[in-house]
C-alpha cells in the first residue's frame, strides 16, 4: 500500500519558519491534505487540495506539492503552533485513505 | 459545518466485539453527498483509517482490518455505527468519526473521539 514518511520531529523558534515535509512516490500527482492535532484534541484541517485553507486558519499556514515531496509551511511561527502534523492523501488503487506517519512542532 | 460526537462502551474484553456509535448534529446524515467515517489512533502513534459509508449504505473498509469491520447507519436516528469483532490489546486506541463533506477527499468535521480499551 501507498507509504507517507515525515520526520518524526522539527523544532523552530517563535517567529522563524517551520517546515514539514511528507514523501512519497510521485506524490506530486495526489492531492494531498494536511491537520494539525494538539494533545487530547480531535485533529483539525489546515490545507486541503495541496495550498487551499479552510476558513478559521491563519494565512501563516501554506502548502505545497511536486514530485516526491509535499510541504506544510508554518511562517511566524508562535506557541499555539505547537503539535502534531499529519499529511494525508487518498490511494486511488486501493481505495484506501491513507495518513503520514506525523510530526511533532516543538517551539522552542 | 455538522458536529459528529462517538459514544459506547470505554472497556471491551478480548475476543469480543467491540460497538461504537457517531451521532451528527447540525445538518441529516441523508443531505447532500457525504461519507461518514471512523479512523483510530493507539496512545502516541498516528492516524489509521477504519472505515467509511454512504447513506445508500454502501462501504468501503481498510483492507487491513476488513475481515472485522462491519460500519452500518440508521437515518432515523442521524447515527451511524462501528463494529469491530475478535478484538485484541492491539485494537486499544481513541476511535474518530469523521465527515467527509460533498464527498471531499479529506476530513472536514472530526468527533472529540472516545478512549476504547481491550482488556480482561
Known amino acids: 500500500s501507498y507509504v507517507l514518511t515525515q520526520p518524526p520531529s522539527v523544532s523552530v523558534a517563535p517567529g522563524q519558519t517551520a517546515r514539514i515535509t511528507c514523501g512519497g512516490n510521485?506524490?506530486?500527482?495526489?492531492?494531498v491534505h494536511w491537520y494539525q492535532q494538539k494533545p487530547g484534541q480531535a485533529p483539525v484541517l489546515v490545507i486541503y487540495?495541496?495550498?487551499d485553507r479552510p476558513s478559521g486558519i491563519p494565512e501563516r499556514f501554506s502548502g505545497s506539492n511536486s514530485g516526491n515531496t509535499a510541504t506544510l509551511t508554518i511562517t511566524r511561527v508562535e506557541a499555539g503552533d505547537e503539535a502534531d502534523y499529519y499529511c494525508?492523501?487518498?490511494?486511488?488503487?486501493?481505495?484506501?485513505?491513507?495518513f503520514g506517519t506525523g510530526t511533532k512542532v516543538t517551539v522552542l | 459545518q455538522v458536529q459528529l460526537q462517538e459514544s459506547g462502551p470505554g472497556l471491551v474484553k478480548p475476543s469480543q466485539t467491540l460497538s461504537l456509535t457517531c451521532t451528527v448534529s447540525?445538518?441529516?446524515?441523508?443531505?447532500?453527498?457525504?461519507?461518514w467515517n471512523w479512523i483510530r489512533q493507539p496512545a502516541g502513534k498516528g492516524l489509521e483509517w477504519i472505515g467509511r459509508?454512504?447513506?445508500?449504505?454502501?462501504?468501503n473498509y481498510n483492507p487491513s482490518l476488513k475481515s472485522r469491520v462491519t460500519i452500518s447507519i440508521d437515518a432515523s436516528k442521524n447515527q451511524f455505527s462501528l463494529n469491530l469483532s475478535s478484538v485484541t490489546a492491539a485494537d486499544t486506541a481513541v476511535y474518530y468519526c469523521?465527515?467527509?463533506?460533498?464527498?471531499?477527499?479529506?476530513?472536514?468535521?472530526w468527533g472529540q473521539g472516545t478512549q476504547v480499551t481491550v482488556s480482561s
Open positions: 469523521a465527515a467527509q463533506l460533498e464527498l471531499r477527499p479529506y476530513f472536514d468535521s
Open positions: 447540525g445538518g441529516s446524515i441523508s443531505s447532500g453527498n457525504n461519507y
Open positions: 459509508i454512504y447513506i445508500s449504505g454502501g462501504t
Open positions: 510521485n506524490i506530486g500527482s495526489k492531492s
Open positions: 487540495y495541496d495550498i
Open positions: 494525508q492523501v487518498w490511494d486511488s488503487s486501493s481505495d484506501l485513505y491513507v
